[in-house]
């Protein structure tokens, strides 16, 4: 009696192309006798794979302002702003010898002044390019020292109206304590162009023109 054939194994499938593997295809695997093919779970797999792909495209376009803020946020609170020294510097009116430009030499022992007391004076600082400002530095006063501070008229309020490239503003208003020395404040903004600095209120003495000794712009890298 002769000895049964051997049984050969099933031919392997051939690879799947990458398009197929991307839409949730399988490679089809050899069956038994009797074995049916799953249809349904195939079918669904291939259904719901272009639908996610799909909404994760959409989910991508949609969301490209937020992507951007995002990184904006990340970056400025991970890397230290840089210096961003006005090109223009201009004001309503000056103090004899307290011009506006004293108030972005980078020191505080010079200072601007507007040419009467009391508020309603503005200082006017331009870009020559448009700028992302983060914060800026305020030292109030023609000096670092007390009994000079105090000798002079001191602004209190502050208001910094931010001009874009666009031609928008947007107000942004901070109150000096009075004191000397340099004050930090937020001052976020993108696309910059201009800034006017209006003096609301003062301290006193207020028959003596509100004085401003250093006025320092800060933008991301």
Same mark, same amino acid.
């Given at each position: ?79 230290? *702003? ?31 002044? *507007? ?14 390019? *448009? ?48 004191? *000397? ?41």
């Amino acid at each position: 009696m002769a000895a049964p054939a051997p049984r050969q194994a099933p031919t392997p499938p051939p690879p799947t192309p990458w398009w197929k593997r991307l839409f949730g295809a399988a490679p089809a695997e050899p069956r038994l006798a009797g074995e049916r093919p799953r249809v349904r779970a195939r079918r669904r797999r291939r259904v719901v794979a272009p639908l996610l792909v799909a909404a994760l495209l959409a989910a991508l376009w949609f969301g490209r302002p937020l992507y951007g803020g995002a990184f904006d946020f990340v970056r400025d609170h991970t890397t230290d *702003p840089e210096a961003a020294p006005p090109t223009g510097k201009s004001a309503s009116s000056e103090a004899p010898g307290m011009p506006a430009a004293a108030a972005f030499d980078g020191v505080s022992n010079r200072a601007w002044a *507007p040419g009467e007391p009391g508020p309603g004076a503005e200082l006017v600082a331009t870009f020559d390019h *448009p700028v992302r400002l983060l914060k800026v530095i305020v030292s109030p006063g023609t000096s670092g020292k007390p009994e000079d501070f105090l000798a002079h008229g001191r602004p209190e309020r502050l208001t910094f109206r931010v001009v874009g490239a666009d031609g928008r503003e947007s107000d942004v208003a901070i109150r000096l304590r009075d004191q *000397p020395g340099p004050q930090t404040f937020d001052l976020r903004h993108t696309d910059v162009r201009e800034v006017r600095i209006r003096i609301d209120s003062v301290y006193a003495p207020t028959d003596q023109p509100p004085a401003i000794a250093e006025v320092e712009f800060f933008r991301g890298r």
